[in-house]
T-cell receptor, first 113, second 110 residues
Framework: EADIYQTPRYLVIGTGKKITLECSQTMGHDKMYWYQQDPGMELHLIHYSYGVNSTEKGDLSSESTVSRIRTEHFPLTLESARPSHTSQYLC????????????FGQGTRLTVV | DAKTTQPPSMDCAEGRAANLPCNHSTISGNEYVYWYRQIHSQGPQYIIHGLKNNETNEMASLIITEDRKSSTLILPHATLRDTAVYYCIVRDNYGQNFVFGPGTRLSVLP
């Protein structure tokens, strides 16, 4: 069992609201990732972090922002949610290096109405 | 962009071995091949990874060709619970990130 947790699992929210998706891991991993996945589609990397105070944009442009103040915590924020943000958001973490696997959380399914 | 090519779908009879191929012809010398699977819309589950030697764990075996341009994931005795989308990933050297492609949708049939 991977020790990486995402909350909430499901969220329905109105347009224009600010939301924060939480992701925490207890494995001491420096590297963390956020992916976005629409139903039936592939995962797209939207943000990643090498460690505390490090944040990088991924391959898919996203209006969300992330922060990394603590090693174990990598929250994702949408300042003003829109229906186009409706998707599943998956968080993952790994040790640095090429020979280390990543572990994924169960995801947050976001619906913006 | 994903650096791998996989068939979009495959079927396998329950109890038989499932052999999932992956092409990664542009792989570099120090890049590892990883396999994950995703059941329904749950978070992807790590299966196995390797560099150039064949690897085996409790879930699967990974066979990598000598030139490292392709690999095969083997589930030795597929069960209905192995029905999932299987992703073959070569981590990029720059950000060392996991870049997912469309994967192979494996259906295990009773």
């Amino acid at each position: 069992e991977a020790d990486i947790y995402q909350t909430p699992r499901y969220l329905v929210i109105g347009t224009g609201k600010k939301i924060t998706l939480e992701c925490s891991q207890t494995m001491g991993h420096d590297k963390m990732y956020w992916y976005q996945q629409d139903p039936g589609m592939e995962l797209h990397l939207i943000h990643y972090s090498y460690g505390v105070n490090s944040t990088e944009k991924g391959d898919l442009s996203s209006e969300s922002t992330v922060s990394r103040i603590r090693t174990e915590h990598f929250p994702l924020t949408l300042e003003s949610a829109r229906p186009s943000h409706t998707s599943q958001y998956l968080c993952a973490s790994s040790h640095p290096g090429m020979n280390t696997e990543a572990f994924f959380g169960q995801g947050t399914r976001l619906t913006v109405v | 962009d994903a650096k791998t090519t996989q068939p979009p779908s495959m079927d396998c009879a329950e109890g038989r071995a499932a052999n999932l191929p992956c092409n990664h012809s542009t792989i570099s010398g120090n890049e590892y091949v990883y396999w994950y699977r995703q059941i329904h819309s749950q978070g992807p589950q790590y299966i196995i990874h390797g560099l150039k030697n064949n690897e085996t764990n409790e879930m699967a075996s990974l066979i990598i060709t000598e030139d490292r341009k392709s690999s095969t994931l083997i589930l030795p005795h597929a069960t209905l619970r192995d029905t999932a989308v299987y992703y073959c990933i070569v981590r990029d050297n720059y950000g060392q990130n996991f870049v997912f492609g469309p994967g192979t949708r494996l259906s295990v049939l009773p």
